[in-house]
Structures are given as C-alpha cells and as structure tokens.
C-alpha cells in the first residue's frame, strides 16, 4: 500500500519548512506521494517538484483555497490542478490581498486588547513566503509569551467571539470550486469536522459542493476523532465522492500528524487516487 498524503503546507503559506525541505522531512517519513496544498498560493510547487524528483516522491499539485460560506470560512482543497490556469491565478492572488487586509484588521483587533505590534510581528514570521495568515499572528502570540502554543492562540485569541477574531469574506465555494475544476483539478472539502456545522448544514453543505462538481471529502485528518473519519466515510460512500487523507502537517511542534502518519482509509471508500496514474510516476 502506497503511503500517501494528501494535505501539508510549507513556508509559502503558514508551514515551518521551505517545499524542498518538507519534500525531503517527506521522504525521511517514507511518503511516496505528496500533495502540497499550500494556503491560496501555489508557488512553492517549483521548488517541491525539483526535490521530489530527486526523492522518488510523487507530487501531487495541490491548493488550499479560502472560501466564505453562508457567512462561515472554509476550505477547499485543489488537487491535480494546472497552476499555471490564469483564472485560478488571477483568483488566488485576489484572495492573498484580501489576507493583507484581514491582518490588518486582526492586528487592530489586538490593539485594542492592548497587545501592539501584532502586524509587524506576524509579518516577521510570515518569511520569504509573505502570505500573512492567522497562524503567523498565533506564532507571534507565543514568542510573546500571550500563550503556551500555536494551538492554545487560536482558541483564546483569534477565532469568532475573541479578541483577534475579525471577520472576512473569501472566495465562494462555486469559485474556488470552479477555479479547480477549470484547471483540470478534484475539488475537496478541507478537514470537514472543523467547521462544526449541524446536521442540516452539512447537508446543505454537501448537496450544493456536489452540485457545483466537487468530488471529495477529506476523511482522514488531524482535526478528525474516530467517530467523525466513520462519520465522513460514510457521508463520502452515500454521495458517491471520493475520500482523500491528509496530515495538516505545518512542521515540527505544531501539527498531530506527522508525514506518513496517517491511518488507512475506513473500508468501503473509493480513494481520491482511484484513478490516478500513480505507479507509472513512482516507476
């Protein structure tokens, strides 16, 4: 059985390593085929396809992309895309100036609460990448000393009701949806448990994701208890999509699942991969 994932960032987004270093952590956990789906950006995917050829490691084009629904963020992952799709890029970097002003808002957010800095201090954290995300502000929270680890910010800071919350409306699910599509990628619900939504909502979630053509969920994911993946795979199998697996992984200290960590699929779903060309790659 291959071992595959589906979900990891580098330091063009919110991740601790540069796309050839995540590729060589990959090859040290024994991945042998990668999607890097790095947040609203996919210019790390050069530098990654360099080192996984030297690697033997298959690489997946990947794209985490931000999206406003029904007033919720979520994301939608890309795989198997063409980055060079002009749409997808005209699209992406709209979203990534969208960030900068996000950032600017959390930071003010911050001031308020009487923590200065913020802007400047996640921008130094954000790296040669530049994108500027929530977890860079979290990371710089912690250096402060404001909390314990990148995870414990995210809850006493910078989610709805608290005080770095603000507010954004990203992409919609049919363009970051049809972005995928058009580039001749699979589109996937992102870590779907996260959201925490009713069981109307994901209904209504999944009916309208699948009525705009996207194919899959991911199943496998940090962010997942057992009892959620069976959840998920179950949803996957009813709908007929297609059932991906991925770690979140960001780097060292900061993710649950390390590369080549994860468990297998729940039986009885059809992989993301069902159709892809994936020995010739390796061969």
């Avoid at 992952?77 to 980055?83: E, F, Y």
């Avoid at 314990?148 to 919609?172: C, E």
């Amino acid at each position: 059985m291959l071992n595959i994932d589906l979900h990891c960032h580098s330091t063009i987004s919110d991740g601790l390593l540069t796309p050839s270093r995540l590729i060589e952590h990959a090859a040290l956990r024994g991945v042998e085929v990668l999607a890097l789906t790095d947040h609203d950006d996919v210019t790390g995917l050069v530098e990654a396809r360099i080192a996984a050829r030297e690697k033997n490691i298959t690489l997946i084009n990947g794209v985490e992309i931000s999206v406003t629904w029904r007033g919720r963020t979520l994301h939608i992952l890309g795989l198997g895309i063409d980055p060079e799709y002009l749409p997808l890029q005209q699209g992406l970097a709209s979203i990534r100036a969208g960030r900068v002003e996000r950032a600017r808002n959390i930071a003010a957010q911050l001031d308020r609460y009487g923590i200065t800095g913020s802007f400047e201090g996640a921008y130094a954290f954000a790296g040669d990448g530049r994108l500027i995300g929530r977890t860079h502000f979290a990371r710089f929270l912690v250096a402060k000393g404001h909390a314990k680890d990148v995870r414990s910010v995210f809850k006493k800071y910078l989610i709805k009701g608290k005080p770095g919350y603000a507010p954004h409306q990203w992409a919609t699910l049919a363009e970051a949806i049809g972005w995928i599509r058009g580039s001749g990628g699979q589109a996937i619900i992102a870590h779907p448990a996260r959201y925490q939504l009713g069981k109307n909502v994901l209904e209504a979630l999944l009916n309208e994701f699948c009525e705009l053509g996207g194919v899959g969920l991911e199943v496998i994911s940090p962010s997942h208890t057992p009892d959620q993946i069976n959840l998920f795979a179950h949803h996957a199998q009813r709908l007929n999509l297609f059932a991906s697996c991925g770690s979140d992984y960001h780097g060292p200290g900061e993710s649950y699942f390390d590369l080549g960590q994860l468990p297998p699929l729940p039986a009885g779903c059809i992989p993301v991969w069902h159709d892809w060309k994936i020995e010739l790659a390796l061969s």
